[in-house]
């Protein structure tokens, strides 16, 4: 099936900083990537969703300033969390759709910890 | 969107049949229902999906009444390394910009 990876696995930084999390889809073309944020023993929650060469449309409650998501072309769509705080740490998981296809194919996921 | 609903855990043993049932009373006509595995620390991953009448593939099959309004994952003879959790959605694969919204799922944990 087609695979989708993500860059970090994991990634610690400091309260303040930034940190960027890129979704690659490896083998196939996808116009729109979802990214999902899961808190331990939560289920994923989605936070937007990543239209290549538009602009991305958050869910209710995501801050669009604090989580830049750009999607510069068909397989690649990055995450920054800005100024990330400690409550800013959780499972970011990104997804995509295959467009020929029915199956959301899932990236692994990044483990962010901001301390 | 339809809503899922799942029982929130399940146990059972090694080498016994699992079945997870799942309620979409509201499901659309367009809508497929899929479900997903998870473990800890990683990603959903695909396990079967379905429009009606009965799937299978070489994991599990996927039981869906005429009316869709509910569906049933079945894992034959689990392992310990079923244990995971196990979400049920429904969306239509018209919509490839459509993401799939999920519910609590169900925890099941397989002992020996």
């Known amino acids: 099936g087609a695979v989708v990876s993500q860059h970090p696995s994991w990634v610690i930084c400091k309260s303040g900083t930034s940190v960027k999390i890129e979704c690659r889809s490896l083998d196939f073309q996808a116009t729109t990537m979802f990214w999902y944020r899961q808190f331990p023993k939560q289920s994923l929650m989605l936070m937007a969703t990543?239209?290549?060469?538009?602009?991305?449309?958050?869910e209710q409650g995501v801050e669009k300033d604090k989580f830049l998501i750009n999607h510069a072309s068909l397989t690649l769509s990055t995450l920054t969390v800005t100024s990330a705080h400690p409550e800013d740490s959780s499972f970011y998981i990104c997804?995509?759709?295959?467009?020929?296809?029915?199956?959301?194919?899932f990236g692994p996921g990044t483990r962010l910890t901001v301390t | 969107l339809a809503k899922t609903t799942q029982p929130i855990s399940m146990d059972s043993y090694e080498g016994q049949e699992v079945n997870i049932t799942c309620s979409h009373n509201?499901?659309?006509?367009?809508?497929?229902i899929t479900w997903y595995q998870q473990f800890p620390s990683q990603g959903p991953r695909f396990i079967i999906q379905?429009?009606?009448t009965k799937v299978t593939n070489e994991v599990a099959s996927l039981f869906i009444p005429a009316d869709r309004k509910s569906s049933t994952l079945s894992l034959p003879r689990v392992s310990l390394s079923d244990t995971a959790v196990y979400y049920c959605l429904v969306g239509s694969t018209n919509q490839a910009g459509t993401a799939l919204i999920f519910g609590k799922g169900t925890t099941l944990s397989v002992s020996s």
């Open positions: 379905g429009y009606k």
């Open positions: 990543s239209n290549e060469g538009s602009k991305a449309t958050y």
């Open positions: 509201n499901i659309a006509t367009n809508d497929y």
């Open positions: 997804s995509a759709r295959d467009l020929g296809g029915n199956e959301q194919y």
